[in-house]
């Protein structure tokens, strides 16, 4: 069965620092992948996604993320955080026969000034 | 351009009633997911609504039920609620066969 593994609960970076979210997935066929943010009590924004093609996908909010098939990885990466960063991030894999996504457990991201 | 849209916001409900969620998706969009999130937890999928009818379902109980009008609209019925069904209820809109999904902001449901 599908899953995805975002092994850090909580990440705490100093504003302008890089960040790395790190994310495995386990699946069968080629996977499509998401990375989604959400704010406390708001719904979720997608960020990225990879389907095929080049492995390095750019996002919105100055955001990338690469995708590594041997890894099984699709990690984000942003090179400077910002205080308006801090959310809680998901990764997500979709699955066929039904549009549906299968999401990791998330990372709440915490942003020192 | 309208996004999804979701309400009530909030609710609050008691052990044994029923509730209904409401979920209007983004112009142009057809197909309607449901999802479950449980605090400090990922989002957990329902079911999915297309042509007024069910296409896949989670591992969810037959509590959990939808419906799909012929404006694209959804709602998402819950009966016999129980403590555990205190959650974050997220509608995701897409077009049949794409992969991105849409999230409306959720109904904020908590069961006491």
């Known amino acids: 069965a599908q899953s995805v593994t975002q092994p850090d609960i909580h990440i705490t970076v100093s504003e302008g620092a890089s960040l790395e979210l790190r994310c495995n997935y386990s699946?069968?066929?080629?996977?499509?992948l998401f990375w989604y943010v959400q704010s406390p009590g708001q719904g979720l924004q997608l960020l990225l996604k990879?389907?095929?093609?080049?492995?390095l996908v750019q996002g919105i909010k100055g955001f990338e993320a690469e995708f590594k098939r041997s890894q099984s990885s699709f990690n984000l990466r942003k090179p400077s955080v910002h205080w308006s960063d801090a959310a809680e991030y998901f990764c997500a894999v979709y699955t066929g026969g039904g549009n549906k996504l299968t999401f990791g457990t998330g990372t709440q991201l915490k942003v020192e000034l | 351009d309208a996004g999804v849209t979701q309400s009530p916001t909030h609710l609050i409900k008691t052990r044994g009633q029923q509730v209904t969620l409401r979920c209007s998706p983004k112009?142009?969009?057809?197909?309607v997911s449901w999802y479950q999130q449980a605090l400090g937890q990922g989002p957990q999928f329902i079911f999915q609504?297309?042509?007024?009818?069910?296409?896949q379902r989670g591992n969810f109980p037959d509590r959990f039920s939808g419906h799909q009008f012929p404006n694209y609209s959804s709602e998402l019925n819950v009966n016999a609620l129980l403590l555990g069904d205190s959650a974050l209820y997220l509608c995701?809109?897409?077009?049949?066969?794409?992969?991105?999904?849409?999230f409306g902001p959720g109904t904020r449901l908590t069961v006491t």
């Open positions: 995701a809109s897409s077009l049949l066969g794409s992969y991105e999904q849409y």
């Open positions: 112009s142009g969009h057809d197909t």
């Open positions: 699946y069968g066929a080629t996977p499509y």
């Open positions: 609504y297309y042509e007024e009818e069910e296409r």
């Open positions: 990879y389907f095929s093609g080049d492995t």
